[in-house]
């Protein structure tokens, strides 16, 4: 049995990263992830992952992502 799977594109988003701003204050975080990035992660997954308590490192290796953009997703998660 063979399945097909196919990849969708989004070809309304910019490829320019995107700057979160905080509700609080209007202050803007100094960090803009890859819309594709961000849309092709398993928030899920980086979630329970840093809940287990597994390093950066790993969590980093296994969603192929920087370490910046761990931190943009670990601030992200806590709002």
């Excluded at 701003?21 to 849309?39: K, Q, R």
Aim: glycine share 6%; charged share 20%; net charge negative.
């Amino acid at each position: 049995m063979q399945t097909s799977m196919t990849t969708q594109t989004a070809s309304h988003v910019s490829n320019a990263g995107l700057q979160l701003v905080s509700c609080e204050g209007n202050e803007s975080w100094d960090h803009s992830i890859d819309p594709m990035t961000l849309a092709y992660l398993d928030f899920g997954l980086f979630k329970s992952l840093c809940k287990l308590g597994v390093s950066r490192e790993r969590v980093c290796s296994a969603l192929t992502i920087s370490y910046a953009d761990f931190d943009y997703l670990r601030k992200l998660a806590m709002t």
